[in-house]
């Protein structure tokens, strides 16, 4: 065996790299280098025992995370293994419909819809759902995007739309049964309508060549159920299937694991329950308890050495985490889970405090306590000469709500901070404004959003000749745009106002001029150039600023590639439908290397 493979490998992490034959659980702690088992594994297949690198399929769940196995495994295995299966399971479904979409009856070029497609697909086809029960009496945003929520539960489940309209069907009252009560037609009327609504939402898709993330594992599913003879070219193929953060699969993933690995059952699962985090779409220990019954006698390895914390935390999370028993493997297989910390952890100093707990009356005095902590930590640590940096801190948050009034408190403090959100470039005050100067082309009187360009830097007017403009529309009932243009009638205002006002005007007039004939990026470029928002800034040091210019350019030009007549009254119509359907705007961080304090909820920090 290659010595650089069992490198600083503990005995039970060496006993899963070296299993050869036949079904493994294991069951992996935080932080005690499960990735490093999977990958080392993945490489003493490859160069010990000889197994071609496409022969082996390694799942997990994010395409981060895919990135990170890839990344380990480029720097373990030698040059020249390029075919690697390292796949999150939605990729992976998604290559083989690319592949043999054909076989079960749908197109290779079928078009993956995001959450925000899928929301604006029913909406425009919400006639054809003939809802009564779930007729939504005002905005149905909220109302479609808990029917989707439950179509994608659905399909997690492995229901398809026949079997849920056989179950609705079932409950249909018999001659022999005794007459249903109002409760009880109600009741079924609503199961049958959700399983009619799940039946009209997948020939949408259908008919529109359409996919969802759901569909990618189904139809996986039925490929390999219809079509005997692919299933057994992949069984062939895949010798060795490794799955990681098993206890964060669904059903359908699971079944669809169960039929690609038999009959060999050379299939080798890790999991924890205790860092389960997607149970809420349906994940649960239900499948780790699963597969201990459906591979009788596989081998169960337990990795309790950490590598990532102090042993007086991971006697805190112990503690912490019993008071979800006996809903635990621990408790249900019997065995020892508690972490122990190994590594360079054992070398910190004793005198440093790992942990310390804190009770506030209020949420503010919890921000101004964690604002001021940091900034003595910081000071203190620079006055006794410790190349100390703002990115030694973080915080964590329970929801983006509370991370926001972190953000604000720190700005007090004039710490430098960032939320670590992955969501929500389109609330970003610098897109806000440019989205309201867009608007502002599309139609001249929309004040709110004139209000709020009027607020921008470079076109400021000051608040109290914002008042004195608007007394004056309102006395002569005039559109907030229609004061401006008679901004030589209304006295006593700064010379400032006047300079920013004719900017504005003059500019509005020249980008409306581009409206008609020219496609949004275009008119986009024309603003930030005009407008001087450029000016001033330094390319490497508003780094936060360009990136956030250069991804809504990005999302403006993606959307002129799905149509090439696409006008700015068009995108903009796209993007008030994204935003109706709950959309925030997917954000790359790509500056998240900036010297600050980060700020990120806990489930964003696991991810």
């Keep these: 065996m290659s010595s650089n493979l069992v490198k600083d490998l503990n005995k039970e992490q060496l006993k899963a790299l070296t299993h050869d034959q036949g079904p493994l659980l294991i069951v992996a702690g935080a932080g005690t280098g499960k990735t490093t088992v999977l990958i080392n594994r993945l490489a003493h297949l490859i160069v010990n025992k000889k197994v071609g690198a496409e022969e082996i399929l390694l799942l997990t769940f994010t395409e981060k995370a895919a990135g990170e196995m890839e990344d380990r495994a480029d720097k373990t295995l030698p040059y020249g293994y390029v075919d690697l299966w390292i796949n999150t399971f939605h990729s992976f479904g998604e290559r083989l419909l690319r592949e043999h979409a054909l076989d079960i009856g749908l197109s290779a070029n079928f078009k993956?819809?995001?959450?925000?497609?899928?929301?604006?697909?029913?909406?425009?086809?919400?006639?054809?759902?003939?809802?009564?029960?779930?007729?939504?009496?005002?905005?149905?945003?909220?109302?479609?995007?808990?029917?989707?929520?439950?179509?994608?539960?659905?399909?997690?489940?492995?229901?398809?739309?026949?079997?849920?309209?056989?179950?609705?069907?079932?409950?249909?009252?018999?001659?022999?049964?005794?007459?249903e009560t109002s409760e009880e037609q109600i009741e079924r009327e609503r199961i049958r309508e959700l399983a009619l609504a799940y039946q009209t939402y997948n020939q949408l898709l259908l008919d529109n060549n359409y996919l969802d993330f759901g569909d990618l594992i189904i139809y996986t599913l039925q490929l390999f159920q219809?079509?005997?003879?692919?299933?057994?070219?992949?069984?062939?193929?895949?010798?060795?299937?490794?799955?990681?953060?098993?206890?964060?699969?669904?059903?359908?993933q699971y079944e669809l694991i169960k039929l690609l690995a038999f009959p060999k059952n050379n299939l080798v699962v890790v999991g924890d329950d205790d860092q389960a985090i997607y149970k809420f779409r349906g994940a649960s220990i239900s499948n780790i308890m699963q597969f201990k019954d459906d591979f009788k006698g596989a081998l169960e390895i337990v990795?309790?050495?950490?590598?990532?914390?102090?042993?007086?935390?991971?006697?805190?999370?112990?503690?912490?985490?019993?008071?979800?028993?006996?809903?635990?493997?621990?408790?249900?297989?019997?065995?020892?889970?508690?972490?122990?910390?190994?590594?360079?952890?054992?070398?910190?100093?004793?005198?440093?405090?790992?942990?310390?707990?804190?009770?506030?009356?209020?949420?503010?005095?919890?921000?101004?306590?964690?604002?001021?902590?940091?900034l003595e930590i910081y000071e203190s640590k620079q006055a006794q000469g410790d190349n100390i940096l703002w990115s030694?801190?973080?915080?964590?948050?329970?929801?983006n709500d509370t991370a926001d009034a972190y953000v604000k408190e720190l700005n007090r403090y004039n710490i430098p901070n960032q939320f670590m959100s992955w969501r929500g470039l389109y609330y970003k005050p610098l897109i806000l404004d440019i989205l309201a100067y867009l608007r502002l082309l599309d139609n001249y009187h929309e004040s709110t959003?004139?209000?709020?360009?009027?607020?921008?830097?470079?076109?400021?007017?000051?608040?109290?000749?914002?008042?004195?403009?608007?007394?004056?529309?309102?006395?002569?009932?005039?559109?907030?745009?229609?004061?401006?243009?008679?901004?030589?009638?209304?006295?006593?205002?700064?010379?400032?106002?006047?300079?920013?006002?004719?900017?504005?005007?003059?500019?509005?007039?020249?980008?409306?001029?581009?409206?008609?004939?020219?496609?949004?990026?275009?008119?986009?470029?024309?603003?930030?150039?005009?407008?001087?928002?450029?000016?001033?800034?330094?390319?490497?040091?508003?780094?936060?600023?360009?990136?956030?210019?250069?991804?809504f350019y990005q999302k403006i030009k993606r959307l002129e590639e799905t149509s090439a007549?696409?006008?700015?009254?068009?995108?903009?119509?796209?993007?008030?439908?994204?935003?109706?359907?709950?959309?925030?705007?997917?954000?790359?961080l790509d500056f998240a290397d900036h010297e600050t304090v980060k700020i990120m909820t806990a489930h964003g920090a696991k991810g």
């Design 565 to 588: 007549d696409l006008r700015l009254v068009d995108f903009l119509q796209a993007i008030n439908l994204e935003l109706e359907a709950g959309e925030t705007g997917s954000l790359k």
């Design 112 to 179: 993956l819809l995001t959450e925000t497609e899928q929301w604006v697909l029913v909406k425009k086809n919400l006639e054809k759902f003939n809802l009564d029960y779930y007729r939504p009496l005002g905005n149905p945003a909220k109302f479609i995007s808990e029917l989707l929520r439950h179509f994608s539960r659905l399909k997690d489940e492995n229901i398809s739309p026949s079997e849920y309209l056989k179950y609705a069907n079932s409950l249909e009252p018999t001659s022999q049964k005794i007459k």
């Design 392 to 399: 030694d801190f973080a915080i964590l948050v329970r929801a």
């Design 449 to 551: 959003a004139l209000f709020r360009v009027l607020n921008m830097e470079i076109f400021k007017v000051s608040h109290l000749d914002l008042i004195t403009i608007n007394k004056m529309a309102a006395r002569k009932v005039w559109s907030l745009y229609e004061a401006l243009k008679n901004i030589d009638k209304i006295g006593g205002l700064s010379s400032e106002t006047y300079k920013n006002v004719t900017k504005l005007l003059a500019l509005i007039e020249k980008h409306s001029a581009l409206v008609s004939k020219e496609k949004p990026t275009r008119i986009f470029l024309s603003f930030a150039y005009d407008s001087g928002l450029l000016a001033g800034l330094d390319p490497d040091k508003d780094l936060e600023f360009y990136s956030y210019l250069n991804q």
């Design 303 to 374: 990795l309790t050495e950490n590598y990532r914390s102090r042993q007086e935390i991971l006697d805190h999370a112990y503690r912490f985490i019993q008071n979800n028993n006996p809903n635990r493997l621990e408790a249900k297989l019997k065995i020892n889970k508690r972490l122990v910390a190994k590594g360079s952890f054992l070398k910190l100093a004793k005198k440093d405090k790992a942990l310390s707990f804190y009770n506030f009356q209020t949420a503010a005095d919890e921000l101004s306590f964690v604002a001021q902590k940091i």
């Design 226 to 252: 219809k079509r005997s003879n692919i299933l057994k070219y992949y069984r062939h193929k895949f010798r060795y299937i490794m799955v990681d953060e098993f206890q964060d699969t669904n059903w359908a």
